[in-house]
Structure formats: structure tokens, C-alpha cells
């Protein structure tokens, strides 16, 4: 197919605009340098002859972080047939540990490594240049027009965000479809995501000297009570939904972040930990938000302490069901990739629960591999970028084709 030939002799372009990205340390939080990624991303949108605006996402719902939310939408064409497109630009802090520069976008051995590669910068370069090798090889069709969106703030979730949530009027006014490039491997259409909690408990103490430290209300014995036992409290029962990673097929808990005490030699009375929970589909999330409350006031009860419980995110399983966008991206695959393609859901969440929720068609197909996504010498096949504008190219012709 001429497409093919054309992605493959652009190879190099599409690898350089993927560095270009990853060398823009975009983290967040705190929200670094999203001015400077989107006047670089609305400078090529223009130069592949999108029109362009961009919708400042609301403050109020960042809460991690701070500065300018820019969200940047691209238009092309005036077809019926409406096909929109979202990736993230935030990325999460690349940490300590690399074996290369985090922001240095290196290629080698058939990689491109670099905090983003996977999660999701090559998503982004994969949906501008779906489209952009379709109008090179001039088989773009006449019924379609194509929107871009690129957001930040995904990393940071919430049940609002100053990202994809600002947007959904956007959607809703001009996209019958949406294509979300996130990672989730590009052998697999995924179609949705597990639940999850997020919420930040904080406890409260009383200070005593650490020379008779009865006296005192200890809130690290009871935070390191709480965390055992939240740990403690996951049931062994496998989802029987395809789940990718196969880990994700199990309910799972993590303690992220403990912040506690001001001296060496001083009981603290103040002590605070982050929780993220992970539900699986047969997991009730009422049922499961009670477990926990129930746990915290049990510790409370045992050790004096109170607490403070701040749940900031909560989400059901995501599923969307439009066969017709799973059906284009099956036929896809099995051409480019020469696989037969897994439908899933992914064990992180991502921002498609807000275009689901307004009933908007949707599915999320990415280069990306997700058991990469915020790792350690993160990287990204330049096979699976190349094959995935391949697929998403001919995504957007089938789509098209019956309509």
C-alpha cells in the first residue's frame, strides 16, 4: 500500500519530531514547559495545514501544580464524517535511575528512549502523522474532517481536569468519533479501563519528646498500622476481563507518597499518605471505598489518632462498545501487524472516561507499550510508531469509507 511506503521513506522526520517532544521535559507535576511543547505542536499542526486555537484549561481544577493549562486544538477539513484525535503532553517526573539523559531523546537499537517515549508523546506524533502521511499519499478523503487535541493534565487525573475535561464541548459540537493514542500496546485495541481511588489520608497526633514517647499520640505507628493493613486487605480475585498487563487483572493498592514528623527526637502529630487503588470490573467501588474508610477508623480507634480522609478521584470501569471503531482498528492491525488483535481494558485509567460519559464514540489504539509507561528508561519501538500511523491511516480510510 502506498501509504506504507510513504510512512516508512518519512521514518526519519517522524523519529526527529518524536525527540523534538521527549527534549521538552513537559512533568507534571508541577506542569513544566507546556507553553514551550505547544507552540512547537501548534507550529507543525500549521505547517500540515490545520487551523488552530488554543482553550486555556481551568485552573480550579488543578490540583497539582501550577501555571497556564494550555489545551491545543487543530482543525482539517469540512467532511460529515467528524474523527477526532487526543493525546497528553504531560508526562510524569522522570525520577533518579536512567542509564541514559531522560531529556535527551535517544535512538538506538531500534528505540527511542526518553521519559514520554511511550507514555505518550509518540501517541501524539502517531495521530498528527496518521493523518499527514494519508494527505502525502493523497488518499486523505474528501468526507472527513479531523480534529486534534492535545492536552495536559492527564497524568494528574481527577475527577475534572484542566485537560480533556475543559474539552468536552469540543467533542461534543464536532467529533462522531475519538481516537485516544494512549500506550497500551499496539497488537491490542482497548476500549476502556479499570477503577480507581485516589485520595490523600491525613493524620492527626499529639507531640511528645522522643525520651517518653508514650505521652505522645504517635501518628508515623499509626500510619505504619494503616499502611499494613491496607496492603493487607486486597482479595485474591482475578477479573475475568482481558486486562492489560495481565497483573492488572488483580485489585491492587499503592501507597505513593508518606509524609511525616519534624524532628528526629520529637512524637509527630502530623503524618500524611497518598493511597491510588485499583479496582477491577467485578469490584463494587462504593463497596470498595468503605473497606478502606472502614480500616482508618479501626487504626483511629486503636491508637488515638484522628483523621482526615481526601478522596479526589474516583472512577467506575470504562467501557466503550462502538464496534464499528473496533471492527476498522481489527482490520487494521491484522493488516499492518499481521496479528490477530486483543481487545482490553487498561489497567491505568486515562481521559477517555470523559468523552464515554457523553456518549461520544470511542477507543484508544497508541505505539506505546503500557507495561513502559512511567518506567525507568522508558522507551518506544520505532517499528510499533511507524505501524501504528499505519493502522490509525487506515482507521481513518474505513471509517470514512462507511459513511
Known sequence: MILDEIVEASKDEIVEFLKQLIRIPTENPPGLNYDKIISVLRDKLEEFGYKTEIIEGNKEFVR?????????VGYLGNGNVRIAFNGHYDVVPAGEG??????????????????GASDMKSGIVAQIYAVEMLKRAKLLPSNVKIIQTIVPDEETVGNKNAGTYCLRE??????????????????????GHRGAIWAVVKIYGKKSHG???QLGIDAVKAVAIMIERLYSSLSNITS????VPEAGKKPSILVGTVKCGTWVNTVADYCEF???????PEERIDEVRESILRLLRDVSSETGVK???DEFYAVDTVVSEDGRLIDALRKAIREVRGVDPNVVLSAGTFDIRFTVSEG??????????IELAHSTDEFVYVKDLLDSIKALGRVLLEVAKGS
Do not use: M, Q
Open 307 to 309: 483523621f482526615d480522609y
Open 360 to 369: 461520544i464514540k470511542s477507543i484508544n489504539y497508541g505505539p506505546g507499550r
Open 274 to 280: 497518598s493511597i491510588v487503588r485499583r479496582l477491577i
Open 64 to 72: 497539582f501544580g501550577n501555571g497556564n493549562r494550555p489545551n491545543l
Open 98 to 115: 536512567w542509564s541514559i539523559n531522560p531529556y535527551e531523546g535517544i535512538e538506538k537499537d531500534g528505540k527511542v528512549y526518553g521519559r
Open 240 to 243: 475475568k476481563y482481558n486486562i
Open 211 to 213: 525520651g517518653f514517647p
Open 170 to 191: 469540543i467533542y461534543k459540537k464536532n467529533a462522531d468519533y475519538v481516537i485516544f493514542t494512549e500506550p497500551t500496546g499496539p497488537d491490542n485495541i482497548c476500549n
